[in-house]
């Protein structure tokens, strides 16, 4: 009898074993077939678990990344401080490692990864609550070709802004070289006329002058047209002429109160600098203009040891969250303003801060500058 009974707890053993191995190949080809890296770790921090996705990733095969420690065996992963999803793993805690770049030294290439972490738990604590933590998983994400993708948009964004620029600058030369220069010849024309036609009688006398305000009219609205396309004194006198010209014609148009908060003297910028910070005043006061409903704005310049920032500020109904976070590729989502700020600074490496309420509105504009040379910004 107890022959039988060894030989029945032995079939029984085996019969257990085969059953975990055959769930253990299941699991192991369900991993696998995901598209998704996955690994598991236990509480040394050794990989448990490396499924094919990893072993495409990085370059690394399973049977050499099973058993080794994460961090030896990736020392990045330490040095751009991985660990830390690590350990929340570990104490319990989910947590998402987003749009990172891990470049990857077995393959020398650098993708960005999502990595989702969470713990693995025993069943210690059954029904009632979780068990003690005896491990993590980990999902990545690559998004290496969605980021590639948002980068070419930001590329392009700007090369269409650079394009829009020249074309302003070039539009803005004819109007002001020729156009208005025409206009001016013609105004002069019928002022001559005027004097020679004294005899021609008070109809044509009157028609003579009004042809010759309407001619001085045209004239000066085709050179505001031309400055306000790309005014002359950015590129000629620099930043600081050009924002007190833009204000005040631009508080003449609106009937807005603009107030100036500028230094007595600007740093000397790159072109592209000045160009970039003009036309974020230029399109902030334009929305504060059309959307906040503010009677009045601020624009304020402040230098720092190695920063420019722009502010724009109004006392409006402010701008939804969710368009004031938006990122600076999601142009469809919050039009073309912003984006377009945003694209213009970051290819600077400045940056657009946004902050709205109720209250109002204030819009900054953040530019790292390397020169601390000055000039006067008097005229």
Not at 4 to 25: G, I, Y
Not at 37 to 64: H, P, Q, V
Not at 66 to 84: C, K, M, N, W
Not at 157 to 172: G, N, T
């Amino acid at each position: 009898m107890a022959s039988q009974s060894m030989v029945s707890d032995e079939a029984a053993r085996k019969s257990a074993e085969r059953r975990l191995r055959r769930e253990r190949e299941f699991t192991q080809r369900l991993v696998d077939s995901t598209v998704e890296g996955i690994f598991a770790f236990d509480r040394e921090c050794r990989y448990t678990l490396w499924n094919r996705a990893m072993e495409r990733i990085f370059g690394i095969s399973r049977k050499d990344a099973v058993g080794r420690i994460a961090f030896d065996l990736l020392p990045s992963l330490r040095e751009t401080g991985e660990d830390r999803f690590f350990r929340d793993a570990l104490e319990g805690r989910s947590n998402v490692s987003r749009e990172r770049a891990y470049r990857i030294p077995e393959t020398g290439k650098e993708v960005f990864l999502e990595v989702y972490y969470s713990s693995i738990r025993d069943a210690s604590g059954g029904i009632a609550g979780p068990g003690k933590v005896i491990g993590g998983l980990a999902i990545l994400h690559d998004i290496t070709e969605r980021k590639q993708a948002e980068e070419s948009l930001r590329e392009l964004s700007v090369r269409l802004l650079r394009s829009q620029d020249e074309e302003r600058r070039r539009i803005a030369r004819e109007l002001h070289d020729s156009t208005a220069q025409t206009l001016s010849a013609l105004a002069l024309n019928f002022a001559l006329l005027a004097r020679e036609a004294a005899s021609a009688g008070p109809r044509a006398v009157a028609l003579i002058a009004e042809s010759q305000v309407l001619a001085n009219q045209a004239a000066a609205e085709v050179r505001n047209l031309s400055h306000l396309l790309h005014p002359p004194d950015l590129d000629a006198i620099g930043l600081l002429p050009a924002v007190r010209w833009y204000t005040a014609r631009f508080a003449e148009r609106t009937h807005l109160h603009v107030d100036l908060e500028l230094p007595g003297e600007a740093p000397t910028l790159a072109p592209d600098v000045e160009l970039a910070l003009f036309r974020v005043m230029q399109e902030g006061l334009n929305n504060v203009h059309r959307h906040s409903g503010s009677s009045t704005a601020k624009v304020r310049l402040i230098e720092g040891q190695n920063q420019i920032t722009l502010e724009v500020e109004d006392q409006g109904r402010g701008i939804p969250s969710e368009i004031s976070a938006a990122p600076e590729d999601d142009i469809l989502n919050t039009g073309v303003g912003l984006a377009g700020m945003r694209a213009r600074l970051s290819q600077l490496g400045g940056v657009l801060e946004i902050e709205s309420s109720s209250e109002g509105t204030k819009l900054r504009a953040m530019v790292s500058v390397k020169e601390r040379k000055t000039m006067s910004a008097e005229g």
